[in-house]
C-alpha cells in the first residue's frame, strides 16, 4: 500500500505562487519504482490531470493549461513530490489531489492512479 499526504495549499492572490508538496510512505517498496502525478477537482468540475513525473525525474507532462506555470518535482531520497504553481489564475482554484501509479501517468490514461492522498485546497482569489 502507498499511503500520499499532500501540504501547502492556501489562500494566495491572483499572479501569487504556491508550492504543494506530496510525502509519500511506502513500506516494502522503494519510491523510486512510482510515478507521481497531481491532479484537481474544482468545484461543479470533473476531476482533471495537472501534471506527472517518471520514476526518476526525466520526464514530466503538464496540462496545457499549466504548462509554462506550474513545475512538478521529485526527490527520491525524500520520497517526496513537489508542484510549483506560479502565475496563480482564479480558474486555479481547485482541490489538488497527489497521485502515484506503478504505470507512468501521463494525463492520458484510461484509467485512474492507483494511489491518492486526501487532497489540498488552493484558492486563488483577490
Known amino acids: 500500500q502507498v499511503q500520499l499526504v499532500e501540504s501547502g495549499g492556501g489562500l494566495v492572490q491572483p499572479g501569487g505562487s504556491l508550492r504543494l508538496s506530496c510525502a509519500a510512505s511506502?513500506?516494502?517498496?522503494?519510491?523510486?519504482?512510482?510515478?507521481m502525478g497531481w491532479f484537481r477537482q474544482a468545484p461543479g468540475k470533473e476531476r482533471e490531470f495537472v501534471a506527472s513525473?517518471?520514476?526518476?525525474?526525466?520526464?514530466?507532462y503538464y496540462a496545457d493549461s499549466v504548462k509554462g506555470r506550474f513545475t512538478i518535482s521529485r526527490d527520491n531520497a525524500k520520497n517526496t513530490v513537489s508542484l510549483q504553481m506560479n502565475s496563480l489564475k482564479p480558474d486555479d482554484t481547485a482541490i489538488f489531489y497527489c497521485?502515484?501509479?506503478?504505470?507512468?501517468?501521463?494525463?492520458?490514461?484510461?484509467?485512474?492512479?492507483?494511489?491518492w492522498g486526501q487532497g489540498t485546497q488552493v484558492t486563488v482569489s483577490s
Open positions: 511506502a513500506p516494502g517498496r522503494t519510491f523510486s519504482t512510482l510515478s
Open positions: 497521485t502515484a501509479d506503478d504505470r507512468q501517468i501521463t494525463g492520458r490514461d484510461t484509467r485512474a492512479p492507483a494511489y
Open positions: 513525473i517518471s520514476r526518476y525525474g526525466g520526464t514530466t
